[in-house]
């Protein structure tokens, strides 16, 4: 093959392949003149001529639709610890601690030892940890399960979708593979979260599309990627690729409530989706070159694979180094889906107004939004996955004053049988008004009418549940709820220990404390 110059006409900024750029990289090309003397290889003249329209370099596309897509690269390989302010840092830190709680509780589970007993490897002493257990896995594998257990309870944060489940634990299992800095570690989480829920802004689909595919679950592989590649410390082509692999290694975003009971117990698959990122940011570190035109493609990209019907590429940069969405994260208060929050808070608020015993009660009507009615209208759940995306069950936790955690899952719990008749006389109804608010605002209004046997009429509305940014939890709170969730771990004994870690994390010069308490051996 012989190599020819090319005379191209003038394009702002367009690249060449890293193989044709005669030593330079790709960042070095920041003039037109730059690229008109670079070579590319041709066979022919037709060829090279062809080129002049056709040519594009699949990390830099030129076209304007993927402009947002680009700051948004240049943006996460830009990032530093000190650009971001310092309540951004003190709630990533907030958001730590929660979900290493989370990860523990989900461990001591049945279905979080199932999944270590479908990834352990015997006797393996080195690797990345998995809280609360002595099991030690490769980057891979422990962000894959990492995130599901995160998820075991649907007990991790909210912030359209779930993205401590997949973040964290890609930065966490980044940032010990290549021994990050914990700045880089909270700086990494705090990527995942401006590119994770920017992607979700931009992919939002239609009511219409939504019964098809979770949507707005899609973009979670992706924030996992954005996460490990900026703890990494990634070049710019490194996170263009790592963004691009994270996309394409996408897993369909199913519903899990869909196809019959009893649910899918992996829920929305957040395991396979973080497993997408780290192994995009493990592969871009190498050089191995990802499909960033993927992105923004209004024909055959991103938007398009997960089943959305609308794009709006202007989202990916929205606000960029002034929102920062990190933000916005709400802790959960109850283990269960935060569709159902809002429900649960309401009737705990009649049950303490009212003082009242369960068994005063003649009747309960919930009214609420319309995916509550047609997905979480469950009276005889099965399993504890059931349970936890039940509106009746999750509520009689409520009125039956059950501390939240894994008690509300616990077999006696499920099969008390106070629970069945609190459940039994619960109705749902659609309110067209919280509805409305549902799609318009991304409000998960309910509002619950408890009639007593003495003729009484208890009534509660709640727009944003405890935890929400707008109604957040204190530090202390969050506090109680990891001591909670690691009540009974191999993290019980150090729980102090972690909480003064984590919050302090930033002054530390390794991670090696955290990972020494988490290790739990």
Known sequence: MEFKLIKFAPLSRTRLPLSNCRGKSINAFQTDEDFQMSAIPTRSTEFAEDAVEEFEHILYPRAAIHRDAGLLAGFLAKLRY???PGDAIHQTKILVLDTIG????GSDTPLGRSLLAAY?????????????????????MATKVNSWLSDVLDYEDLLVGHPSATVIPASLAAAEHIGATPKQFLTGIVAGYEAGVRMHDATSASPEAYKRLAVYHAWHGFAAGAAAIVTIGGTDEQVRSALGLAAANTSIPIWCVQYGRPAHALKANFGQMALAGIDAALCAREGIIGPFAMLSDDERGFARIIGSDQFDPAQLSKGLGKAWLVREASIKPFPCCA???????AVRSIRNRGGFEPEAIEKIKIRTFGRIVDWFDDQNPATDIDAQLSVQYVSAMGLMGVPPGREWYAPEVMADPRVAKLMSIMTIELDPEAESGFWDDRKYRATV????????????????????FRRPMSDAAVAEKFYSNVKGTLLERRGAQIVETIMQLDKAETLNELRQLLAAN
């Open 102 to 105: 989370c990860i523990a509780a």
């Open 339 to 345: 569709f159902l929050h809002t429900s649960v808070d």
């Open 82 to 84: 000190q650009d971001i």
């Open 120 to 140: 352990s490897m015997p006797q393996q002493t080195s690797g990345c940890v998995v809280p609360g257990t002595s099991v030690r896995l490769s980057p891979s």
């Open 449 to 468: 009418d408890v009639t007593l046997k003495n003729g009484a009429v208890l009534t509660e509305a709640v727009d944003w549940a405890p935890g929400h």
